[in-house]
């Protein structure tokens, strides 16, 4: 499946399970995706692999949720993005 199938593919899950009944602020959809990062953080930390690969997809269903949502077209953003990673300083000029 293409991503951005997927994107609409989660979106669709979501509002299907109730958790569209009211507008989202994007706020509470980022930090819901940080909820995801964090308990995969817990999960390393407990040596829970299988928890952690779970977490990490949780992480990529928000994800998608919230492009499906805000409607983007990630997949071009992906690209376009990599494009310009590519032409950018070793370590992007930063110290790490």
Do not use: W
């Not at 399970?17 to 995969?40: D, H």
């Not at 983007?72 to 370590?91: A, G, S, T």
């Amino acid at each position: 499946m293409k991503i951005n199938k997927m994107c609409k593919e989660c979106h669709k899950i979501a509002v299907e399970k109730g958790f569209y009944e009211r507008k989202r602020p994007v706020t509470e959809l980022i930090m819901l995706i940080v909820t995801e990062l964090s308990e995969a953080v817990e999960a390393d930390r407990h040596d829970d692999y299988e928890n952690f690969k779970e977490e990490i997809a949780d992480t990529f269903i928000r994800l998608f949720d919230m492009c499906g949502y805000f409607n983007i077209d990630v997949e071009d953003e992906i690209n376009k993005k990599m494009e310009k990673n590519k032409k950018r300083p070793r370590l992007h000029g930063k110290k790490y």
